[in-house]
């Protein structure tokens, strides 16, 4: 699908999601409480069969959380890319290890490095900190006087 | 061979000759350190880009075999020095110092670009970084750059060779240039 079909068969589909312009890759803005059905929809609908989580990240804006999904379909090559907001105080949105099997280990890493909470995951630990590690390291304002030297 | 070159030094000792041959006359100390110098296995052992510099420095191209460093050990048991070619975190320098300490003596060390001598780009603001792997293990020769060229490398590893042909320990080169 080009990205012209790709963003109005989004836009058909998903009337609550924002695009956001000029990107490389169709990009869209969602409400991070109904990720897991959008989730599930972009996954198993004929003619989007995203079936490819190729890259899941968070990025801390200081202000808030943006979680991030890459996706492509290995049927159709379209690629599609998820943005939602998440509460900095309190991040917390659903699991989607259970529609893509790679988002069990990136979302414990995303757990690990920025605290993200992944509701129903089967496994969220410590990923790559030992379990008894505080805090979050790759948050902006993460402080560790022990190991950090500060400049 | 030649004898002007540091990095081919002849064997040790005065030959005499003799009819039908000749004496030699040296000293076991100098040759045992002669023939060290001249076969350093290195350890299998890179945590990061430098390692890609060392690979290359192993290859055809640069061929470190030409000075003695033959063969890479993938096991700490049959290694002569380790190259700390990349970032030690802290996760892993709990198995650097565990596998520095299954090398038989003697061993070697070499800290391999700015992250092994000091942490280098993660010096500051970093969680996980080790400051220099010197602060898990003993470091005989230190190289610069980011990562340092092959030439770098072998130029190290000479030094090296220098340094065990000196016969002088760690701990009485530290006292003689305090």
């Known amino acids: 699908m080009t990205k012209e079909e790709l963003k109005s068969r989004l836009g058909e589909l998903l009337p609550s999601a924002t695009f956001e312009e000029g990107t ?3 990009t869209i803005m969602i409400d991070p409480s109904a990720w897991k059905g959008i989730a599930r929809q972009l ?9 490819y989580l190729f890259c899941l990240s968070c990025v801390d804006w200081k202000t808030h959380f943006t979680m991030v999904y890459h996706m492509e379909s290995t049927l159709h090559r379209h690629i599609l890319v998820v943005k939602a907001k998440l509460d900095r105080s309190d991040p917390e949105i659903a699991t989607v290890s259970d529609i893509w099997r790679t988002a069990e280990f990136h979302e414990r890493e995303a757990y690990d490095l920025f605290g993200v909470r992944f509701t129903d995951h089967p496994d969220l630990r410590r990923l790559f ?11 902006k304002d993460y402080e560790d006087p022990v190991n950090m030297i500060k400049l | 061979m030649d004898v002007g070159n540091k ?11 003799t009819a039908g041959g000749g004496i030699v006359v040296s000293k076991l100390d100098e040759i045992i ?26 290859g055809a191209k640069y061929d470190w075999s030409r000075f003695g460093f033959e063969v890479a050990r993938a096991t700490p048991r049959q290694a002569d020095v380790i190259v700390i070619a990349g970032t030690i975190v802290n996760k892993m320098a709990p198995v650097l110092k565990r596998l520095y300490d299954q090398m038989a003596d003697p061993k070697y060390v070499i800290a391999m670009g700015a992250c092994a001598t000091s942490g280098g780009p993660f010096f500051y603001n970093t969680y996980s970084v080790v400051k220099g ?27 090296l060779q220098e340094k065990i042909r000196s016969g002088a320990t760690r701990e009485q080169i530290k006292v003689e240039k305090p």
């Open chain 1, 43 to 51: 996954r198993f609908t004929p003619g989007l069969d995203l079936d």
């Open chain 2, 7 to 17: 990095t081919a030094d002849p064997f040790p000792g005065e030959v005499h000759p």
């Open chain 2, 133 to 159: 792997a010197d602060h898990v293990i003993p470091v005989d020769v230190y190289i610069a750059g980011c990562p340092p060229r092959p030439e770098a490398l072998l130029h190290a590893l000479i030094t």
């Open chain 2, 33 to 58: 350190n002669w023939a060290r110098s001249n076969s350093l296995w290195p350890l299998v052992f890179g945590t990061s880009c430098c390692a890609i510099e060392m690979m290359s420095t192993a």
């Open chain 1, 24 to 26: 490389e890759w169709t």
């Open chain 1, 129 to 139: 900190m030992t379990e008894e590690w505080k805090g979050w390291p790759l948050r």
